[in-house]
């Protein structure tokens, strides 16, 4: 093994290492959080507007970009998921046993991070197989899930009705509102370890630091669960929609 890949490896087994890599994936997550959230609210729009929007995600640089965009974010979960666990079980061997539990400080949601953080994996993977890979469902085959658009050729995958009727099917909706929740505890614990990890939060800027976690937190949730929430009590809104061809 050489210098830079032992330098490499022995960072990664140090908590310092470990917390770095957290923050920095963490970062990476939060800000495609706030990337996605915009995209998706265009179902609001109508039919035309969110088909654009994926056709332009699926076809950008020629179909490879939608792969190296996946490819990264796999890389970087996983790397998040897997310190965020090694670091744990770090620290976890290097404490002491409290002797009065009901004295730890800890919020709720820091001493849930990682049940919150493998729920929403899970909610990640069944994501991906509902709308991305449409495993389980007939998104890919039947007629009504092909539609046109302006400016492009021939028929296109029907993103928009995709999603209408996915979050149709209670179960979705119910799984996806959980999921966002435990995201938002989770992010709102997270965001303010980033800035601690990355020497941004002083004593000074920590009340604003936690306000701007909490006002970021409820932004997201709010964004994500009024999707299948609406689509799912006001689906006559999303067909009036469809039928006004906006």
């Given amino acids: 093994m050489n210098a ?13 290492g470990k917390k770095l890599v957290v923050a920095l994936t963490g970062l990476a997550l939060v800000l495609f959080l706030a990337g996605h959230l915009t995209g998706n609210l265009l179902i609001y729009v109508g039919p035309e507007a969110f088909n654009q929007y994926a056709y332009f995600l699926h076809h950008m640089l020629h179909g490879a970009g939608i792969w190296v965009f996946r490819i ?66 007939e998104y890919n085959s039947l007629d009504r899930y092909k539609t046109t658009i302006h400016g492009v050729e021939g028929e296109v995958h029907n993103a928009w009705l995709m999603v209408i009727d996915g979050f149709s099917w209670w179960p979705a909706t119910l799984f996806y509102v959980i ?46 669960i009024s999707i299948p929430l609406a689509i799912f009590l006001f689906r006559g809104y999303f067909d009036g929609l469809a039928a006004s061809g906006h």
């Avoid at 996983?78 to 046993?97: D, E, F, G, P, S």
């Fill in 179 to 224: 999921a966002m929740t435990l995201l938002c505890s989770h992010l709102m614990h997270g965001l303010g370890s980033i800035f601690q990890t990355l020497g941004l939060r002083t004593q000074r800027s920590a009340g604003f630091i936690k306000q701007l976690s909490i006002g970021y937190s409820l932004v997201i949730w709010l964004g994500f």
């Fill in 4 to 16: 830079p890949a032992r330098a490499l490896e022995s960072y990664w087994s140090s908590s310092i």
């Fill in 72 to 137: 990264g974010m796999i890389v970087i979960v996983a790397a998040h998921v897997i310190a965020t666990i090694q670091l744990t079980r770090q620290n976890k061997a290097a404490r002491k046993a409290y002797e009065f539990p009901n004295t730890i400080q800890a919020s709720r949601s820091s001493r849930t991070m990682i049940m919150s953080g493998l729920t929403i994996l899970a909610f990640i993977i069944y994501h991906m197989l509902h709308f991305t890979v449409r495993i389980g469902n």
